[in-house]
C-alpha cells in the first residue's frame, strides 16, 4: 500500500514536496510498522522467527516476549533513522551524517537480532535448571 501510494505521487506530481522527504516518509512509514505491530500485539518478526524455530515454541510467552524486543529494537532503529534524516534535511547537514545515521540505525538492531535470541535462551534454560545440593 506504502509504495502504491508513493508511486501513484511520483507519476502524478514528480515535483511534490514528497520527491525531497521520500527518505525520511519511507523510514517514518517502517517505524510506524514496527510499532504498530507491536501494537496489535503481532510483532512484525514473527512471521521470520516462526521459519528457523520448531512449531513448540512458537505458543510459548519468552518466544513471543523475545520479538517482542527485537521489534521494538527495529522500530527504535527506523524512527533513529527518519528523527536524524528529517532533522538533517532541516539543518542541510552533510551527507556523511545521514549516512552515518543508517549505518547507526540498522546496524544496532541487525546486531540485536543476532544475539539477543541466544542471550534470553541461555537464560531462560539457566533459570529452568535444577538447583544440586552442594555436599558438605
Not at 42 to 48: D, E, H, V
Not at 89 to 108: F, S, T
Not at 109 to 131: D, E, H
Request: charged share 10%.
Amino acid at each position: 500500500m506504502y509504495f502504491f501510494v508513493v508511486g501513484a505521487v511520483a507519476v502524478a506530481d514528480p515535483g511534490s514536496a514528497l520527491a525531497d522527504h521520500t527518505d525520511v516518509v519511507s523510514f517514518g512509514w517502517l517505524a510506524a510498522t514496527a510499532w504498530g505491530t507491536l501494537a496489535i500485539r503481532r510483532p512484525f518478526t514473527l512471521g521470520i522467527a516462526k521459519r528457523q524455530t520448531p512449531p513448540e515454541y512458537w505458543d510459548m510467552p519468552e518466544f513471543v516476549r523475545v520479538n517482542n524486543h527485537i521489534t521494538s529494537a527495529w522500530g527504535a532503529g527506523f524512527t533513529f533513522i527518519g528523527v536524524s534524516l528529517a532533522v538533517c534535511g532541516a539543518v542541510d547537514a552533510p551527507a556523511w551524517v545521514g549516512i552515518a545515521a543508517h549505518v547507526a540505525g540498522l546496524a544496532g538492531p541487525a546486531v540485536f537480532t543476532k544475539v539477543y535470541p541466544a542471550r534470553a535462551q541461555a537464560r531462560l534454560l539457566a533459570a529452568q535448571a535444577p538447583v544440586t545440593a552442594v555436599p558438605r
